[in-house]
Nanobody, 124 residues
């Protein structure tokens, strides 16, 4: 399975971006997917996750009520809608998928498939 993240860019504080993650080379329709991010000089951190069916979601406290994760299994896509962006949201964002499990996880080690990352820059 290959994951391709897109939709990053530069935006002013308070603005919005929508990231997309396209899966190919296999099915992830029954697997949980997640978004992680890594700011320059910092460790990678969990952002959001969604279960295989899409019925359950999880968010980091720092993005709760501002970001929304969703998926379209028919299109093998996952999305991260980011609203009210802040300069501290600046990072490379990575999408990921679990290989066997439908349930969400905030742990990086539980995701076997990773996309290449897309840069999000929020200016003040």
């Amino acid at each position: 399975v290959q994951l391709q993240a897109s939709g990053g860019g530069m935006v002013q504080a308070g603005g919005s971006l929508r990231l997309a993650c396209a899966a190919s080379g296999g099915s992830v329709s029954s697997s949980a997917m997640g978004w992680f991010r890594q700011a320059s000089g910092k460790e990678q951190e969990f952002v959001a996750a969604i279960s295989g069916s899409g019925s359950n979601t999880a968010y980091a406290d720092s993005v709760k009520d501002r970001f929304t994760i969703s998926r379209d299994n028919a299109k093998s896509m996952a999305y991260l809608q980011m609203n009210t962006l802040k300069p501290e949201d600046t990072a490379v964002y990575y999408c990921a998928a679990r290989k066997y499990y439908r349930t969400t996880s905030y742990m990086r080690a539980n995701y076997e498939y990773w996309g290449q990352g897309t840069q999000v820059t929020v200016s003040s």
